[in-house]
C-alpha cells in the first residue's frame, strides 16, 4: 500500500465512566452492565465480546442492580421501581413500584419465575415473572437496616440477603427469617456492611464485607465455616465460577483474589487461596464469568475479560457505541458525538494550516444522552437524538473566521421520532434515519421543511428480524445497506427505496461493513473474524471472498477485538483495510493468502508502537501476501479515508483516560 499523510486526530477526549454492577446470561452469553451515568451496555459473547446495544437511561434512572430472565433483562435502583426494557427499541418497557422506598438489589431464581427484590427499609418484594409483565406476589417480614445484597438458593424456597453485621436466610413460603448469622467487626463503633454475596448448589454461601473479609457459610446450619482476610479494603464484589469450585473476589484495593475448593485429604474438602491477580489499577466493583473467563470492571470504566489457563487478559474501553465519529469529506471536518454534546471540528489542510480548529460545541437538549449523530459531507445539515427526539439542524461555517451559523430545523416530519441510526448520502441530498419504533425513513433535504421521501418497516416484511445495527450508504448514493444483529443484512435502492436483494445469513453477527468507491462491491466483517466480500451487482460472493473463507490464518481467527470498521484505499480498490481498537489490517487482493499457520506479518514504519508484538508479528518492509498489520495505536475509534492520499485516524489515548481517574488505594509495594 502507498504511503498517505495521516491526520492523527487525538483531541476526541471522553470521560471515562465506572461501571458499577453486571450481570451474565450463560445460556445467550449476553452481558448486561451498568455505569455511573445510568447508562447500560449489552454485550455479546458468543464470539469475540462486542457491545450489542446501548440502553441510554435518563439522568433520574438510577440502575443498582441487574437481573437477566432468558432474554428479558430487569434492573432496580434508588427510585424505587423494578423496571423492564424493551431491547428492540432501547426504552423502557414498563416499571414496577416495589414497597418501601429506594431498592438496592434485586435476583431471579433458578426456574427464572419470581424475582426478588431487597430495598432500603428492610424488605423484601417478590413478583411472579409472566409473560406480560411483573405481579406483585408479596413482601418478607420487616429487618431492620437496608439490604445490600441477595440470591437465591437453588431449590426456590430459601432466599438469603446480606445487610450491616448480619446474613439472613429466609424461608419464602412463610416470609420469615430462619437463621441470622453475625459477622463481628475490627472496631466497635463501625459496623461490617456485607457488599456482596453468592449461594451455590449445595447451599454454601460466600459473603464479602468492608472488612475485606471473605466469609463461607454453611446455609443448612446457618454457621461460619471458613474466612479468609483477602483484602486490605472492602470486598465489593464476588463471582463463583459455573463449576461452582472456584470463588473470585474484588474490591476497594483492585485485586482480585481467587479461592479453589481443593481435596486436602480422602473425602476432605477445603477452600483455599491459590493465587491472585491484578488486573485493574483502581476499585473493582463488578464481577462476572463466561465459561473459563472472568469478566472484571470498576472505577477505571475498562471491561476486562481475563483466563487463568493460558493466562491472558484482554480490556476493552470505555468508549460510546460505534458510530461515534463523522468524518465530512467535502467540507473537510469531523464531527465527535460525546455523551451529552457535539463537538465539530475543521481539519487542516496543509502544512501551511496543519492545526484542526474548533467550529461548534451542541449540548442537547436537556442534558440527555444522545444516542446517535451525523454530518453531511458537505457540512450543512447536522443531526443527532436522544431518547425522546430527533433534532435536525443547518449548520453554516465560513473560512475567514466569523461566527458559524447553527439552526434548528423546524418542520421535521412527525414520523420521524427518537432514533439510533442517522447517516446522510453522499451528495448531502438524503438523510436516513432508523427509529426505535424500527421505522427506515429517507428524507430529501433541501431549501423547504424536510419531507419524507420513503419509509419501510424492516421488521413487518421480515426482511430484517431485529433493530438495525449497522446503516451504511454505499459511496456512489445508489444503495442502503442495513444489517441486523442476527446476521441478516438487506440491501435497497436509495433513489425509489425500493428493496434490492440479502445477503445470505451467516451464523455470526456483523460488526462492521463498507462499500467500495468504485463498484458495488459490499465488505462485512463478522464477530467469528469471517470477512467476506459481495457484488451488489451480480449478487452473489466474489471469487476473492470465497478464497479467502477458506484460507485464513490461526491468527486472524484469535484476535480478541472485533473489526469496527472497514476502509478503502481510493487510490487502489485492491486494498481493503479493517481496524479494531489496535490494530489496523491490510488485505492486498492481488497477493496470494497466507497459510492457516502463517503468522501475519506486520508492516514496519518509523511510525510505530513498541516491539511488543514483534514475536506475534514478524516486521516486514514489503509484505508478500495479502494480509498484513500495522500497529500504531491504542484505542483507535475511526479510521476513513478523507481524500488523495489522506487519511483520518481518531485515537483515544489510554493515559487521556487514566488522568481522569481518581486517586487509588494507597498500598506498599516491595517495601516502599
Known sequence: MPSCKVHNVRFYNLEPVAIHCMSYEPNYRKLALSRGDNRIEVWDFKDVPHMECLLPNLKSNSVESLAWCDQRLFSTGLEGFVVEYNL???????????????????????????????TEDGYINLFAITEEGLTYQKIMDKQ?????????????????????????????????????????????????????????????????????????????????????????????????????????????????????????????????????????????RALAVSGPRLLSGGVDGYLAVSSAYPKTCFKYPPLLQNPAIVVCREARCILLRYWTHLE???????????????????????????????????????????????????????VDGQAPLLQKVAGLPEEVGPSHHITFSPDSSLAIVATNSAELIILKLGEGDPMVLHSFQPLESKLLKDRIFLLEVSNNGKFLVAADHLSNICVWTLDNGKYFCSLPRYNSAPTAL???????????????????????ESR??????????????????????????????????????????????????TKDLPDSEAKIPRL???????????????RVNDPQHALHVIKKYKHLVHLTWLMGDEVVAVEVSPAALDEQLPPILKKKRFGM
Open 540 to 589: 452473489k460472493y466474489t471469487e476473492f471472498s470465497q478464497r479467502l473463507t477458506k484460507r485464513r490464518p490461526r491468527q486472524w481467527l484469535n484476535k480478541a477485538f472485533p473489526v469496527i470498521g472497514i476502509t478503502f484505499d481510493p487510490r487502489n480498490c485492491d486494498i481493503i483495510i479493517l481496524y479494531d481498537d489496535v490494530t489496523m489490517h491490510v488485505i492486498n487482493k
Open 88 to 118: 428492540l427499541t432501547l426504552s423502557i418497557k414498563y416499571q414496577q413500584a416495589v414497597t418501601a422506598g429506594p431498592a438496592w438489589c434485586l435476583a431471579v431464581n433458578k426456574e427464572k419465575n419470581c424475582l426478588a427484590v431487597g
Open 144 to 284: 431492620e437496616g437496608r439490604i445490600l445484597c441477595i440470591a437465591w438458593e437453588s431449590s426456590g424456597n430459601m432466599i438469603v440477603t446480606g445487610s450491616s453485621d448480619t446474613i439472613r436466610i429466609w424461608n419464602v413460603e412463610t416470609g420469615h427469617a430462619i437463621h441470622k448469622m453475625t459477622t463481628g467487626r475490627d472496631q466497635r463503633n463501625k459496623e461490617t456492611i456485607i457488599w456482596c454475596l453468592a449461594v451455590t448448589d449445595d447451599f454454601t454461601i460466600v459473603t464479602g464485607d468492608s472488612r475485606g473479609e471473605l466469609g463461607i457459610w454453611s446455609g443448612h446450619q446457618g454457621a461460619l465455616l471458613q474466612s479468609f482476610r483477602t483484602h486490605t479494603a472492602d470486598i465489593l464484589s464476588l463471582c463463583v465460577s459455573e463449576e461452582q469450585n472456584t470463588i473470585y473476589c474484588a474490591g476497594v484495593d483492585a485485586v482480585i483474589y481467587i479461592i479453589s475448593h481443593v481435596q486436602v485429604k480422602a473425602d476432605v474438602w477445603r477452600w483455599t487461596k491459590t493465587y491472585q491477580r491484578r488486573i485493574h489499577e483502581h476499585d473493582v
Open 344 to 398: 465539530v471540528w475543521k481539519l487542516g489542510q496543509n502544512t501551511d494550516d496543519p492545526h484542526p480548529v474548533k467550529l461548534l460545541v451542541l449540548e442537547s437538549a436537556g442534558g440527555d444522552p444522545i444516542t446517535c449523530a451525523a454530518l453531511s459531507s458537505n457540512s450543512r445539515w447536522l443531526a443527532y437524538s436522544t431518547p425522546l427526539a430527533t433534532r435536525f439542524f443547518s449548520f453554516e461555517h465560513h
Open 604 to 618: 514496519d514504519s518509523s511510525h510505530s508502537d513498541s516491539m511488543d508484538s514483534y514475536p506475534f508479528h514478524p
Open 514 to 536: 463498507g462499500t467500495q468507491p468504485e463498484n458495488d462491491t459490499l465488505v462485512v466483517a463478522y464477530a467469528d473474524h469471517t470477512v467476506v466480500e459481495y457484488s451488489l
